[in-house]
């Protein structure tokens, strides 16, 4: 709600009870873990990355642009 970021990379399926803004506690199924992304057919190790972007839509007023 602060404006920050947050998203999961890799997942193998996601949840359909999962929608843009649904909020998740510690322990909610939110997907499978998968290897989506990777080049490499032989790659077996799936992964997770877990990314959180602070406020990524905030204006830099010394720029103009949206960073």
């Known amino acids: 709600m602060d404006g920050n970021v947050t ?3 890799h997942l193998s399926r ?9 909020q998740v506690d510690t ?12 080049p490499d057919k032989n790659y077996k190790d799936v992964h997770l990355h877990f990314e959180i972007q602070v406020n990524p ?4 007023p ?6």
Do not use: A, H, Q, W
Request: charged share 20%; proline share 3%; no cysteine.
């Open 7 to 9: 998203f999961y990379s």
């Open 14 to 22: 996601i949840s359909p009870d999962i929608t843009i803004g649904t």
């Open 27 to 38: 322990g909610d199924y939110i997907g499978n873990i998968g290897i989506t992304g990777v």
């Open 57 to 60: 839509f905030r204006e830099d």
């Open 62 to 67: 010394l720029r103009r642009v949206f960073l």
